[in-house]
């Protein structure tokens, strides 16, 4: 067991360009989530996967943001058209679906939008 | 909706002295709490969870936590603090669909500073 991966560390663009994280979670972990932390504050939830299936969304993912689940197991999370505003650290944590279990977090992508 | 509040922004102590930092939750029934520790520039890592049982639940590196209804408090202690202790530290609950591996809701964080 490897823990939650993520990729790349960091990532510097220029507004108005396209960037896409991913993230590989505990390989038995169903659940998958995206959150965002921005300076000096906590983590905020973005959405979550359960296998597949992108089950719920916050208010916080514009139509900007995508992201996908496609096989169960990797994520990719993808920004268009990236504004000074969504520069963040972006969080990506999984866990199994049985109740009782908690979330284990990736070291975070840093993106700059310059 | 479920919320948790850390009222202290920022704390400082000495190496050797004890800490407590504090963590309000709001939530309609028992709940999951968790306390997660994020050093700089880096993702968070579990310090201790709440699911039932035992009110004062034991942690890694040496942290304990205190669950305390009648006060809607969860507070993170660890009697003598080293300087590697230096971090973010959150408290977190899940959302209101329950079943702690639910979506969290973090509060907004303590930052510990510690002075050799």
């Known amino acids: 067991d490897t823990g939650v991966s993520q990729d790349p560390r960091h990532k510097i663009t220029k507004r108005g360009q396209n960037v896409t994280f991913r993230c590989d979670p505990i390989?038995?972990?169903?659940?998958l989530y995206w959150y965002r932390q921005t300076l000096g504050q906590g983590p905020e939830f973005l959405t979550y996967?359960?296998?597949?299936?992108?089950?719920?969304k916050s208010r916080l993912l514009s139509d900007r943001f995508s992201a996908e689940r496609p096989k169960g197991s990797f994520s990719t999370l993808e920004i268009q058209r990236t504004e000074q505003g969504d520069s963040a650290m972006y969080l990506c944590?999984?866990?199994?679906?049985?109740?009782?279990?908690?979330?284990?977090f990736g070291p975070g992508t840093r993106l700059t939008v310059l | 909706a479920q919320s948790v509040t850390q009222p202290d922004i920022h704390i400082t102590v000495s190496e050797g002295a004890s800490l407590e930092l504090r963590c309000n939750y709001s939530?309609?029934?028992?709940?999951?709490l968790f306390w997660y520790v994020q050093s700089p520039g880096q993702g968070l890592q579990l310090l201790l969870k709440?699911?039932?049982?035992?009110?004062l639940v034991q942690g890694i590196k040496g942290f304990e936590a205190e669950f305390k209804r009648s006060q809607s408090s969860f507070n993170l202690r660890k009697p003598s603090v080293h300087w590697s202790d230096a971090a973010e530290y959150f408290c977190?609950?899940?959302?209101?669909?329950?079943?702690?591996?639910?979506?969290?809701?973090f509060g907004k964080g303590t930052l510990l500073t510690v002075n050799p």
């Open positions: 944590a999984s866990s199994l679906i049985r109740d009782n279990n908690e979330q284990f």
């Open positions: 996967f359960q296998n597949e299936a992108q089950l719920e």
């Open positions: 390989s038995e972990h169903n659940r």
């Open positions: 977190a609950v899940p959302g209101a669909s329950g079943g702690s591996n639910y979506k969290l809701t």
């Open positions: 939530y309609g029934a028992t709940p999951y």
């Open positions: 709440y699911f039932s049982g035992d009110t």
